[in-house]
């Protein structure tokens, strides 16, 4: 299809990527972002070659890896620290590293910067308040009064999605598992070169961001998803550490200092069994296929769908057959992620068996090798 005038909901990874892959096929498209200052939370992120594969297709692999720090293996320790496994990881596009670790703000960056180059027109502050699909168009009414008319729509607005409360009201709300994460960066250690993977029922990574900078992940049982105070989070967060014996952690700990730094994350998960569409408004990522952080790929189901979704709008000869053949392409690779991520966390907290985090990540690392 042609000439397409399409709206994304959502300015963050899944949204942008989108917009840059969308406008790579010569689509007009308008991206709307909620947050008026398009700030960005978090630390850090890991994504593994399937995603560096997916950043060379969209043409933006050397703005990206500039941004991050590359690396070719994971490592796996028991509480202890001793090592139990080094997993070499595969490389996916010759000549560039297997694995990123990259702050969040770094990837936002690249991102909306290659969004907006490639011809999108970001608008901030903004949110979608009805969407009305007369099955020739979708006609949209914004926040601040105006209106738009486009072909389709892209729910690209994360776990709690407001377009997938929209178009299917009664899709399951998104499952608290009985787990948080908790993130900090830090100076990198000398010796973490690869993601250091901490096996236990306290759940624990290092993962490098650059020459100067890493990130500590601490997952934690919370029975009821309790609240914290954000005065209490650095204090609260080196409690979580008190059973660490791993000497390289235990030396990590006293660094956590200063609470607004500390981001704290209740981990939760959704998956539609279903459609993924309806009309001409369509989801991807978070607001369709939530998953926890265990396998790292929530971020990268997301650009992954950004790449099928354009090139199934560009192939078809109509939006529903476009949409559908999206759907189908992405369902089993992602229902994977979502329940290999939750079988790892439900193992941890001692709702589910426990699983070996070695298998569990070589096993990953052969699924997302396939073709998308």
């Not at 830090?186 to 990574?205: F, H, M, Q």
């Not at 090139?311 to 392409?329: K, M, N, Q, V």
Request: net charge negative; aromatic share 8%.
């Amino acid at each position: 299809m042609q000439s397409l005038s399409i709206l994304v909901i959502g300015g963050g990874i899944g949204g942008l990527t989108s917009a840059i892959a969308l406008c790579r096929e010569g689509y007009a498209v308008d991206v709307i972002e909620k947050d008026p200052t398009w700030s960005v939370y978090g630390v850090g992120i890991i994504q593994q070659g399937n995603v560096i594969r997916a950043m060379k297709d969209l043409g933006i692999l050397d703005d990206y890896i500039g941004a991050g720090f590359g690396f070719d293996h994971v490592d796996v320790f028991i509480p202890t620290g001793q090592q139990v496994a080094h997993i070499p990881t595969p490389k996916l596009v010759e000549g560039y590293p297997s694995n990123v670790g990259i702050g969040r703000k770094a990837l936002h960056k690249v991102l909306g910067d290659r969004a907006k180059a490639a011809g999108a027109d970001i608008r901030l502050g903004l949110t979608a308040v009805r969407l009305d699909d007369n099955g020739e168009g979708v006609d949209v009414t914004f926040s601040d009064g105006t209106t738009g008319r486009y072909d389709l729509v892209i729910g690209a607005d994360g776990l709690y999605s407001t377009t997938r409360a929209e178009i299917f009201p009664d899709a399951p709300s998104p499952a608290f598992t009985g787990q948080s994460v908790w993130r900090y960066n830090l100076p990198r250690s000398p010796d973490v070169t690869g993601l250091c993977a901490y096996e236990g029922p306290i759940g624990i990574g290092l993962v490098p961001l650059s020459d100067a900078i890493m990130y500590i992940y601490v997952t934690t049982p919370e029975p009821g998803n309790p609240w914290y105070p954000r005065d209490t989070l650095a204090t609260a967060m080196r409690a979580k550490l008190d059973r660490a014996i791993s000497p390289a952690i235990v030396s990590l700990k006293d660094q956590i200092t200063v609470d607004d730094a500390v981001v704290y994350k209740p981990l939760e998960w959704v998956f539609l069994e279903g459609d993924w569409h309806k009309g001409r408004v369509v989801l991807l990522g978070d607001a369709v296929h939530a998953t926890t952080p265990h396998l790292g790929q929530g971020a990268g189901m997301a650009i992954e769908d950004s790449i099928v979704l354009a090139e199934e709008l560009a192939r078809a000869d109509t939006i529903e057959s476009a949409f559908s053949a999206y759907r189908d392409r992405r369902y089993e690779r992602c229902r994977y992620i979502v329940e290999a991520s939750r079988a790892i966390c439900e193992g941890q907290i001692g709702t589910g068996p426990l699983v070996e985090n070695a298998k569990a990540t070589q096993d990953m690392f052969r699924v997302v090798a396939q073709p998308i």
